[in-house]
């Protein structure tokens, strides 16, 4: 191959403007999820992260109230959502920077859920007012922050040419109250005037209570016999962390029970749990998770179609039905397995690919992949004997330390 003899020439460093166009904050905010019901993941979520700081520095959280409670105001009196934590809250010093940078967590790098500091701009495309507040237990006063969402619709539809910078000063405005009938210490997201959707499911107490039960890390039901035999487990490998929530005031719980409905007029009970621990390539734990055994009478599509097909998620992402990619199942096999498996991936997609990611392209998920086709061929096996003579139905979860 020739070698170019031609000079080269000279180089310099790029040193700006960057221009960071309007069209980012649809993108980062609206944009990013694929359903509505979205934004309540994304909070509590931010509220688990927050509760687990408080805790690591001996903040007292709560036992008389929920740690994270969420209310949802009849649609009379001004379609109204509150999402409040107990967890370490924003420091007065640092409220307006924290809640206006944009993709600058902190977060990354650390086993916190969230890590691109894009979360908290999730219910700006749902309503006409967002309200930020929060103190922290060592300041006085309660910090707010207030969008102007109707506003910020306007001027992403306009045809002026403005900066997220000048966008920001045209629609958020700061003010800050006394701290009297608050908590010590609290983030809360405020929605105002919600907007209505084609089902209205921002509003719809049923339909975010079904939501949040299979993507939120909340508990087993008291009813659930296998539930504390669960929980004591995946604690011993610092995984599956669960937080109480309240929606208007009844908490919110997993889906799972004994028993459930597969089809009309039919009740399959489960019998016992079998635990699995998939060990790492270069050592350590990949996965852990647990099957339930039980009666084999149907596809598992009951209690209310929240035990339904084969799910992924890492910390309380997913939730979602997916496709079984690569071999670990065939649809007739999922349908009758409930599947949460949490990967410790190496590498992250876009925070919209985080929510129908399963086991893909990073290295640590595949070598979780590997292990798991295996006994998944076994169970696939038991399943399809069972379907032969009403033998047994299998419901797997996987999750990470």
């Given at each position: 191959?020739?070698?170019?003899?031609?000079?080269?020439?000279?180089?310099?460093?790029?040193n700006g403007p960057v221009t960071i166009g309007k069209d980012t904050?649809?993108?980062?905010?609206?944009?990013?999820?694929?359903?509505?019901?979205?934004?309540?993941?994304?909070?509590?979520?931010?509220?688990?992260?927050?509760?687990?700081?408080?805790?690591?520095?001996?903040?007292?959280?709560?036992?008389?109230?929920?740690?994270?409670?969420?209310?949802?105001?009849?649609?009379?009196?001004?379609?109204?959502?509150?999402?409040?934590?107990?967890?370490?809250?924003?420091?007065?010093?640092?409220?307006?920077?924290?809640?206006?940078?944009?993709?600058?967590?902190?977060?990354?790098?650390?086993?916190?859920?969230?890590?691109?500091?894009?979360?908290?701009?999730?219910?700006?495309?749902?309503?006409?007012?967002?309200?930020?507040?929060?103190?922290?237990?060592?300041?006085?006063?309660?910090?707010?922050?207030?969008?102007?969402?109707?506003?910020?619709?306007?001027?992403?539809?306009?045809?002026?040419?403005?900066?997220?910078?000048?966008?920001?000063?045209?629609?958020?405005?700061?003010?800050?109250?006394?701290?009297?009938?608050?908590?010590?210490?609290?983030?809360?997201?405020?929605?105002?005037?919600?907007?209505?959707?084609?089902?209205?499911?921002?509003?719809?107490?049923?339909?975010?209570?079904?939501?949040?039960?299979?993507?939120?890390?909340?508990?087993?039901?008291?009813?659930?016999?296998?539930?504390?035999?669960?929980?004591?487990?995946?604690?011993?490998?610092?995984?599956?962390?669960?937080?109480?929530?309240?929606?208007?005031?009844?908490?919110?719980?997993?889906?799972?029970?004994?028993?459930?409905?597969?089809?009309?007029?039919?009740?399959?009970?489960?019998?016992?749990?079998?635990?699995?621990?998939?060990?790492?390539?270069?050592?350590?734990?990949?996965?852990?998770?647990?099957?339930?055994?039980?009666?084999?009478?149907?596809?598992?599509?009951?209690?209310?179609?929240?035990?339904?097909?084969?799910?992924?998620?890492?910390?309380?992402?997913?939730?979602?039905?997916?496709?079984?990619?690569?071999?670990?199942?065939?649809?007739?096999?999922?349908?009758?397995?409930?599947?949460?498996?949490?990967?410790?991936?190496?590498?992250?997609?876009?925070?919209?690919?985080?929510?129908?990611?399963?086991?893909?392209?990073?290295?640590?998920?595949?070598?979780?992949?590997?292990?798991?086709s295996i006994r998944r061929r076994g169970y696939s096996k038991r399943?399809?004997?069972?379907?032969?003579?009403?033998?047994?139905?299998?419901?797997?979860?996987?999750t990470t330390p």
């Open positions: 191959m020739p070698t170019n003899t031609q000079p080269q020439p000279a180089r310099i460093k790029f904050l649809e993108l980062l905010s609206s944009g990013m999820y694929n359903q509505p019901l979205s934004i309540y993941r994304e909070y509590v979520q931010n509220a688990a992260d927050s509760l687990d700081e408080a805790a690591a520095n001996g903040l007292r959280l709560p036992t008389a109230i929920p740690p994270i409670d969420i209310r949802i105001s009849p649609p009379e009196a001004g379609r109204c959502v509150t999402i409040r934590d107990h967890g370490i809250g924003i420091r007065r010093s640092s409220f307006a920077n924290t809640l206006t940078a944009i993709g600058a967590s902190k977060k990354r790098g650390t086993e916190a859920r969230g890590f691109r500091g894009i979360g908290r701009l999730a219910g700006l495309g749902y309503c006409q007012t967002l309200t930020m507040r929060s103190k922290h237990a060592d300041d006085s006063e309660v910090c707010c922050m207030h969008w102007d969402c109707k506003k910020l619709k306007e001027l992403l539809r306009d045809a002026a040419d403005l900066t997220v910078q000048q966008i920001l000063e045209l629609v958020v405005e700061l003010s800050s109250s006394q701290a009297k009938n608050y908590p010590n210490h609290f983030f809360e997201i405020e929605m105002q005037h919600v907007v209505r959707n084609k089902t209205d499911s921002l509003m719809s107490e049923p339909a975010i209570r079904h939501y949040l039960a299979q993507v939120a890390p909340v508990p087993f039901h008291p009813s659930f016999s296998f539930g504390a035999e669960i929980q004591e487990f995946l604690a011993k490998h610092k995984a599956g962390s669960v937080y109480n929530l309240n929606l208007n005031g009844t908490a919110v719980m997993r889906p799972h029970r004994d028993s459930y409905a597969p089809k009309p007029k039919a009740t399959s009970k489960f019998t016992e749990v079998e635990y699995i621990e998939i060990k790492g390539i270069s050592g350590g734990t990949d996965a852990v998770g647990w099957l339930l055994h039980g009666e084999y009478l149907g596809a598992s599509t009951g209690n209310g179609g929240q035990l339904k097909g084969r799910r992924s998620a890492r910390g309380i992402k997913g939730g979602q039905d997916l496709p079984d990619p690569k071999g670990l199942g065939r649809p007739r096999e999922t349908a009758q397995t409930v599947d949460r498996v949490w990967t410790r991936q190496q590498k992250r997609g876009s925070q919209g690919e985080a929510s129908n990611r399963t086991c893909g392209a990073s290295k640590t998920s595949t070598q979780i992949r590997s292990p798991w399943t399809r004997d069972g379907a032969e003579d009403k033998g047994h139905i299998r419901h797997y979860h996987l």
